[in-house]
């Protein structure tokens, strides 16, 4: 992208911030480099860049510690301590063997109760989170009074069976819901979490793999919306489909039609996200009943119809880009001409057929971008274009207007 080699570092850090989920590898390898020595006027250090390449999407730590750089690998080479870049141990630029090693070195430590700091920040909920903890410490969080300190907790791989147990029995509701995802609960945990009277807590254990078929008929059934939907997307994944959701599976582009037809939302949203699903399974995508499908279908398709177009540009105003679609309609639009919402009283100016008298009676409507829109409309009467002209606000749009009767405006020169 030849953005990215923009001299103002405002351009490719606004492609990167923008559409970082969708650059290619060979984009972001260049990136990454870039980010290596950020200009003197960059508001950002390269450690918080990174820090922030990684909370986006943490898949691309592999990505960068696989870099030919040896600079862009020293980024990530401290997190060997959570294991999966341990083969960085053996890279054969001294300095990343030195950090993965310090890494590793760091992660085989216990901490003790005098090793969290003091204050609430980064560094403590980090070293609860992440670190192996001595049942000192973890007494001490536990009977300290904190919940904050607890929730932080929670979720840490390390901590003891029993730990466990007495967790998923917390008053707490969110130390209950984190601790519905922990990997090690036994069945009679599962099966408590799973009639908990929280239904975040519900919802959470719903999220598990490999649930026994009576709890996912139950939590099937539950009264709660956001419990049944947990189900949906997760109990019914075989691991197939988890090897697609992970992103671990390389399919082939043919195999987009299974997932157009799953009965699991998630692989439906996939599929709507691609270029190459089937013409023929359009339409029922474009009809889903999960919201997210139908929004990746409009904002992703090249053959998204044009009705879900206008759905999803009216449902959002992050979906302005979609009127640039060239299967966005125009037929029919001047009837959100009294529409309460600005957005879609501005669709009127792309209506080829809009009554004169409605345009003009919306260039003095209270939003100023309908306004600018109805002074460039060619529905608008011509008189009205060129008194526009002396508008100093929408002298520009007038302007613009390809129905302007230029003749008329050089004879008042």
Not at 88 to 101: G, I, M, Q, S
Not at 115 to 120: G, K, R, T, Y
Not at 133 to 146: C, H, K, P, T
Not at 326 to 346: I, K, S, T, V
């Amino acid at each position: 992208m030849r953005l990215l080699d923009d001299p103002d570092w405002r351009v490719w850090f606004r492609v990167w911030s923008g559409r970082g989920r969708d650059l290619s590898d060979e984009v972001l390898s260049r990136l990454v480099t870039t980010m290596l020595d950020p200009p003197p006027d960059f508001p950002f250090t390269s450690i918080e860049l990174f820090g922030e390449l990684f909370e986006a999407d943490w898949s691309r730590q592999i990505f960068v510690a696989r870099h030919p750089d040896p600079r862009v690998r020293r980024q990530v080479a401290s997190s060997t301590r959570r294991g999966h870049l341990d083969f960085l141990l053996d890279d054969p630029d001294p300095e990343v063997r030195a950090l993965a090693a310090a890494a590793v070195a760091d992660r085989e430590r216990i901490l003790q109760p005098g090793d969290l700091p003091v204050q609430h920040c980064h560094a403590l909920w980090w070293l609860l989170l992440n670190w192996r903890l001595s049942r000192e410490l973890i007494e001490q969080v536990l009977g300290g009074g904190d919940v904050e300190q607890v929730r932080a907790m929670v979720r840490n791989e390390w901590i003891p069976p029993d730990i466990v147990d007495r967790l998923s029995r917390w008053p707490d509701v969110e130390v209950r819901e984190r601790v519905a995802s922990h990997a090690d609960l036994t069945p009679e945990q599962v099966e408590r979490l799973a009639g908990d009277p929280a239904p975040g807590v519900r919802a959470s254990i719903a999220t598990r793999r490999h649930l026994p078929a009576d709890l996912v008929a139950a939590l099937a059934a539950d009264p709660v919306e956001e419990v049944r939907e947990a189900v949906a997307l997760h109990a019914y994944v075989s691991d197939e489909d988890r090897a697609i959701l992970s992103g671990d599976a390389d399919l082939s582009p043919g195999e987009v039609a299974r997932w157009a037809r799953s009965e699991n939302p998630r692989l439906r949203r996939l599929a709507a996200r691609r270029a190459d699903v089937p013409l023929a399974l359009v339409p029922a995508l474009a009809s889903d009943p999960d919201p997210r499908v139908r929004a990746e279908l409009a904002r992703r398709h090249p053959a998204a119809p044009g009705d879900l177009l206008l759905d999803e540009y009216l449902e959002s105003p992050r979906n302005v880009a979609l009127l640039s679609s060239p299967a966005f309609p125009r037929e029919g639009l001047a009837r959100f001409a009294g529409h309460a919402d600005p957005r879609a009283r501005l669709l009127a100016a792309r209506d080829p057929d809009a009554d004169p008298a409605v345009v003009d009676r919306l260039t003095a409507d209270p939003d100023q971008q309908v306004r600018e829109a109805m002074a460039g409309c060619p529905r608008l009467p011509a008189d009205r274009i060129v008194a526009l002209l002396d508008d100093p606000d929408l002298a520009f749009h007038a302007a613009a207007n390809p129905a302007l009767p230029w003749r008329s405006v050089l004879g008042r020169r």
